[in-house]
Each structure stands twice: as C-alpha cells, then as structure tokens.
C-alpha cells in the first residue's frame, strides 16, 4: 500500500471535511473572545438594524385607520396581522394564486404585492365589506347557488376578482369571465361553476 492510499480521509489537507472546518471556526471563534473581539452573529446584525416605520390613514371597508408600521409590511399583513380582517387568505404570498384580491378604490390587487405604506387615503374592500349585515352580495349568494367552491379557502379572493370583474364591465361572457379572473387560481378546479356564479351575478347587478 503507498504512503498515499493510507493517508486517513480527515487528515487529507487537500479535502478539509466537516469535522475539521467545524473544529477550524471553534478554534477562531474561541480565540476571539479570548482576545475580547465581539463575535459577529445574526442577532448581533439584527439587533444593530431599525427597520424603517410610516404611518398610514387607510380606510377599509368604511372604517377609517391610522396605522404605524413597518414599511415593508404589505397590505395583506396589515389586514391579517395589524386589523385582524383574516377573510383575505394569503395562499403564494408572491402574487400568483389571487388568493389574497382585495379591491383598492374598486380596482382588483393582489394585497401581497402591495406596499401598505403606499395606501395613504385610499380605500380598501375586503371580503368582510361585501354583505350588508345578512344580506349578502348576488355574488355570494350566486356562489352558493352554483355551488362555486369546494376547500373554499380560494373563495374570498374569487369572489373580489368577480367584483373587479363586474365593476370592470368584464363580465360580458364566459371566455371574458375567464381572462379577466385568470390570475386567481382554483386548486380544487371549480372554474366553470365560478364563471358561472359571476354570469349570474351579473344579471342581477
């Protein structure tokens, strides 16, 4: 056997393993704090940072809010996290399911995609918004009529990409329907019972 061939895996310098580049970033970091070098971690790095705030006047659903928050929070977050309004689903949280629609000054959005900070005086309308009291919206009831939802948790963002959808003056057939609302994913694959329920609601709207 050649020197070569007995040398021990761990001891080939050319290939440090895990246990020597472990025992490697011990050996360095116990040396800094025997010198009394702070050693620099995660939480050190989050700690030195102050995430940036702005204040916010939003009104949703009628009521009116002044919100202190983080600048990066999103509309979905404040509607979930900040108003407790958790009709709004988050589904991808990267604005490709529509899971989270909203409607701002009556126009769809994916309030995943969409800066809270950036809302100053605008107003939002959630599912919570759609009934009044009881009486629900013709779309609601028209999704129950086709029976246009299975899992449901697709539902409210459905139901606000049909209203955009109808306020939008899309709603003009079942091919236009379809386009218009094709950014909201059904996962259980009730889309032609939906397209349905907005064909029905546009009849009584």
Same mark, same amino acid.
């Given at each position: 056997m050649s020197p070569e061939s007995a040398t021990p895996p761990d001891t080939d310098r050319r290939h440090p393993t895990r246990r020597t580049v472990l025992a490697t970033g011990a050996a360095v970091g116990s040396a800094l704090t025997m010198a009394g070098l702070p050693q620099l971690t995660a939480g050190t790095a989050q700690a030195?940072?102050?995430?940036?705030?702005?204040?916010?006047?939003?009104?949703?659903?009628?009521?009116?809010?002044?919100?202190?928050?983080?600048?990066?929070?999103?509309?979905l977050d404040?509607?979930? +996290?900040?108003?407790?309004?958790?009709?709004?689903?988050? !589904? &991808?949280?990267?604005?490709?399911?529509? =899971?989270?629609?909203v409607l701002v000054?009556?126009?769809?959005?994916?309030?995943?995609?969409?800066?809270?900070?950036?809302?100053?005086?605008r107003e939002v309308t959630t599912i919570e918004g759609v009934s009044r009291g009881e009486q629900l919206h013709p779309l609601q009831q028209a999704f129950i009529d086709q029976d246009a939802f299975q899992c449901g948790y697709c539902t409210p963002g459905q139901i606000m990409s049909g209203l955009g959808c109808l306020r939008e003056g899309?709603?003009?057939?079942?091919?236009?329907?379809? +386009?218009?609302?094709?950014?909201?994913?059904?996962?259980? !694959? &009730?889309?032609?019972?939906?397209?349905? =329920?907005?064909?029905?609601?546009a009849r009584h709207t």
């Open positions: 030195g940072e102050q995430a940036p705030a702005g204040e916010v006047t939003v009104t949703v659903n009628g009521s009116r809010h002044t919100l202190t928050v983080d600048n990066r929070t999103s509309l404040l509607l979930r +996290e900040h108003l407790q309004l958790t009709g709004t689903k988050k !589904g &991808c949280d990267a604005g490709a399911c529509g =899971a989270c629609t000054d009556g126009r769809r959005v994916n309030a995943c995609l969409t800066l809270a900070v950036r809302l100053h005086g899309q709603a003009t057939s079942a091919d236009r329907i379809s +386009e218009a609302m094709s950014g909201n994913i059904c996962r259980c !694959g &009730c889309y032609p019972k939906i397209v349905r =329920a907005v064909e029905q609601a």
